[in-house]
């Protein structure tokens, strides 16, 4: 056979492509170890942790809230924790925590290379999503020091470029870490630093707020339970996700086990525990003096540091969790003792009255027609629906169909009421106009709900829906639990047996109250208290709105005398008067015709002075019908800092233009009313309550000062005249020493009670009624304001008299009127209607007049209640 001589030159050829690709592989692994080299040089000169900064961690500085004698009683932290050393910890704790996150912790160098390619080839080259993850525990406190970019926004590649680059930069650090640090000492601040969510930031604190217990003395599965928490502390919640922190829980005991720190028959134990959640307690702002008030400075400070000119020197915005703030407040600890002292005593008494008056009664159901009942009804079921225990009820049954869901749709809200009104639609008992229309639906989503209609996730969704309807019963309604609920004895709580859903209602059966004690010449509000008990009545009502009855009159009274010269001691008739609609600039569309608060007219004639003290509806409509229109009173309100034109939900005016507001049908706080009155006590000057003294930063210097506004807004010798009403109110019923003035308020149904008292050196305001309109007592005798309100404010006012260090002044006086003022009140000897004539006419009719009481001696009072 000839030889040819391309034969020749095939391995010739094959060896040249060889040598080129070698020459390739080794060009491009240089390359890459360079731009490697480069990658992490460039990383390591940008925004890590220094040397310095790893050697010395900064823990985030908890801000302190100081009261007027710079007494704490208050902070602010992210940081509530006690810090643990490594042989300090659990050994429950160590061995869960390695054979779950890190097995080969103590033998790598921060970056456990094994684990990497194992989780480059299971989850990248075979999709094994149940490969686990390759991040070391180093590279996990590596994580926590220092903040994480937001990627919203970013494309797949963007999103995908940035977190290469976070993963280097952790790995960086580690690295730093294991330089630094003892392998014992990086597990100690991992689990120092790490945040178990409720409060709890750190293992000690994480031990005592799930588990009521120190960490060293939790148990196997217990350390199990708050080694899966690592991975997602929000996800793996035992008090709220029970199932999904059991599930994670158990991955972590089967750990152990393939580890060798749990023998098999200890782990068939623990593997069908439930995990218990009896001992949870998340330290909360209901602990400790003035629990309302700090709830409602958490929320002022807020804004207050939103503001563009509160943006720290350096930039960013500060915050109150982290950056070891000083907040001076106006708080008197000392008046806020005596104030939550004096609403608990007093409240105690009011609800025992309550209880007396509703036995075998529902208000829910009392004197209401069915429309009423249904939205009395709805109301306590959405109070019922937004507990925890519903919430984690509800999670158990729908969360896997809604998720399922909200793959194709995520933007679609998916509440209760949405999946009510779903059902009624695909059963064909209502359609998407009429449930759009009740609100219960929103439009712009028609199209999304009706493609969800007609999937096959819809069909699990509401068969899940169905199965909690039933389990909804049988929990809430059915079954009966030992439980803690309110309770005015030492403690504030008592167990008893009851379902949840009559716990709800038992709660909301409770009369709530706020009191409000503010000097009236700084402004500093000395005392704040919003409700009976922050542990369970958490909404503030100093600051809730509602009408505010005849607590609104002296300032009906002060526009009539000061800016239409109506002289108080002009008498007029104690009877019905009318504004009908084309009367003056009333712009009534109806005729108007208000009755007595005790439904009487005497036909008397009665002075200022006299309808003021009787609050005697009848003496107010007159003098509104002849000032023409309620624009000045609206005005005079504005200088007294309750803004006229303030809008509520819906577009109404807080204070509306018509005649009705000047007997209280305004919707007011305690707080507007409270430096409305302050008034009255500072010779005609507002003085804008305020709470905050000066806020400093770590380092002591003041970046914020609080300064009240202040308004000449009454003419002194008027004011005097006012002054010298509200002391006539009072007469000597009130029994201190202090010179003292004030008027009771009640709204329509008994629904609010209301009392503002002023002495020269404190305003003080009280409001008592339900959370709802119905909570409410239901005749005059038990529902007026001189009887659920004023006693606050004269036990408050007795026990700061009583107490010599309190700071507070009993013999302290108004200003001295002017001259003028005694031109204006001449009337002397008709400031009082005789006693005997006032009472015997009350009492043919066996109705109680509001304010008539007053009358009364102390000593008769304290007998009757």
Request: aromatic share 12%; proline share 3%; hydrophobic share 35%.
């Amino acid at each position: 056979m000839e030889h040819s001589p391309e034969h020749d030159n095939q391995p010739t050829k094959k060896s040249s492509w060889v040598k080129y690709i070698i020459i390739a592989m080794w060009t491009l692994m240089i390359i890459g170890v360079f731009a490697l080299a480069y990658i992490f040089y460039s990383l390591s000169n940008s925004d890590l942790p220094s040397f310095e900064e790893l050697e010395n961690p900064q823990y985030d500085l908890a801000s302190i809230i100081y009261d007027a004698n710079n007494k704490t009683f208050g902070k602010y932290y992210i940081e509530n924790r006690e810090p643990v050393r490594y042989e300090e910890l659990s050994p429950n704790i160590i061995n869960a925590l390695v054979s779950t996150e890190d097995a080969r912790f103590f033998s790598h160098k921060g970056i456990d290379v094994r684990a990497l390619f194992r989780v480059g080839v299971k989850t990248v080259l075979l999709s094994n999503e149940d490969s686990g993850g390759g991040s070391t525990i180093t590279q996990q406190l590596a994580k926590l020091l220092f903040k994480r970019p937001n990627l919203r926004g970013l494309n797949k590649l963007q999103r995908t470029k940035k977190l290469i680059e976070i993963k280097l930069k952790e790995w960086i650090t580690a690295v730093r870490l294991e330089k630094s640090y003892t392998k014992e000492e990086i597990m100690a601040m991992y689990l120092n630093k790490f945040e178990f969510i409720n409060g709890a930031h750190g293992i000690q604190a994480a031990a005592e707020t799930y588990f009521d217990r120190r960490q060293d003395e939790l148990s196997v599965s217990e350390s199990a339970v708050l080694v899966g928490m690592l991975k997602n502390p929000s996800l793996y919640n035992p008090k709220r996700f029970v199932d999904k922190a059991k599930n994670r829980r158990n991955i972590v005991l089967s750990q152990m086990n393939k580890y060798g720190h749990l023998d098999q028959e200890a782990l068939d134990t623990l593997y069908d525990q439930a995990v218990d959640m009896s001992r949870f307690k998340r330290e909360s702002q209901s602990e400790g003096m003035a629990p309302y008030f700090r709830s409602e400075l958490t929320k002022w400070l807020k804004d207050l540091f939103a503001r563009e000119e509160m943006q720290k020197p350096e930039g960013g915005t500060y915050n109150i969790y982290k950056d070891g703030l000083q907040i001076y407040t106006t708080i008197d600890l000392n008046y806020q003792e005596k104030a939550e002292k004096a609403v608990k005593e007093h409240m105690k008494v009011n609800q025992a009255a309550f209880w007396r008056v509703w036995d075998r009664k529902d208000p829910w159901s009392f004197e209401a027609d069915e429309a009423q009942k249904a939205l009395r009804y709805d109301i306590l079921e959405r109070k019922v629906k937004s507990s925890d225990r519903y919430l984690s009820l509800r999670s158990r049954y729908l969360d896997s169909a809604i998720s399922e869901i909200r793959k194709d749709y995520k933007e679609v809200p998916m509440s209760d009421n949405v999946i009510k009104a779903l059902v009624k639609i695909s059963d064909n008992k209502s359609g998407f106009s009429a449930e759009e229309s009740s609100g219960k639906l929103k439009k712009k989503y028609r199209d999304f709900y009706q493609s969800v209609l007609k999937s096959k996730s819809w069909q699990t969704l509401a068969a899940n829906w169905d199965n909690l309807q039933a389990a909804y019963k049988k929990e809430f309604r059915d079954t009966k639990f030992k439980m803690m609920v309110f309770d005015y004895n030492e403690q504030g709580e008592v167990e008893k047996e009851m379902t949840p859903y009559d716990s709800v209602r038992y709660h909301n059966k409770h009369l709530q109250a706020g009191c409000l004690a503010v000097d009236p010449k700084t402004g500093y509000i000395k005392a704040w208290v919003g409700g009976v008990g922050h542990k369970y009545f958490k909404y503030d009502h100093v600051n809730s709105r509602r009408q505010v009855g005849s607590t609104i009159k002296p300032f009906v009274y002060t526009t009539a005398i000061a800016l239409q010269g109506i002289s108080p001691c002009q008498e007029y008739d104690d009877i019905q008067y009318s504004i009908a609609p084309g009367d003056a600039n009333f712009d009534m569309d109806q005729q108007w015709s208000p009755a007595n608060a005790n439904g009487l007219f005497t036909g008397n004639k009665y002075n200022l002075y006299q309808g003021l003290l009787y609050s005697k509806n009848s003496i107010t409509v007159r003098i509104v019908k002849e000032m023409g229109n309620v624009d000045v009173i609206r005005e005079l309100l504005d200088n007294v800092g309750i803004a006229k034109d303030k809008r509520l939900d819906g577009g109404r005016l807080a204070v509306p233009r018509l005649p009705s507001m000047c007997l209280g049908a305004a919707d007011l706080t305690l707080l507007e009313m409270s430096g409305a009155y302050t008034t009255f006590a500072n010779n005609g000057v507002y003085t804008e309550p305020i709470f905050i003294n000066r806020i400093e930063d770590k380092n002591g210097k003041v970046i914020y000062s609080g300064v009240p506004d202040r308004n000449v807004a009454i003419n002194p010798a008027y004011n005097a005249v006012m002054v010298d009403m509200l002391k006539n109110n009072i007469g000597g019923g009130f029994g201190i020493k202090s010179d003292v003035g004030g008027k009771t308020g009640t709204t329509n149904d008994y629904a609010d009670g209301w009392f503002m008292g002023i002495t020269p050196e404190l305003v003080v305001g009280v409001w008592v009624g339900g959370d709802d309109k119905w909570i409410r007592f239901l005749t005059l005798e038990n529902g007026q304001g001189f009887v659920l309100a004023r006693p606050i404010a004269q036990k408050l006012l007795k026990a700061l008299e009583a107490d010599k260090d309190s700071g507070y002044n009993p013999n302290a006086k108004f200003v001295k009127p002017p001259k003028e003022y005694f031109d204006l009140v001449d009337c002397a000897r008709f400031k009082q209607v005789a006693v005997e004539d006032e009472q015997s006419q009350i009492l043919e009719e066996k109705v109680r007049s509001d304010e008539f009481e007053e009358e009364f001696e102390e000593e008769e009072f304290e007998e009757e209640f």
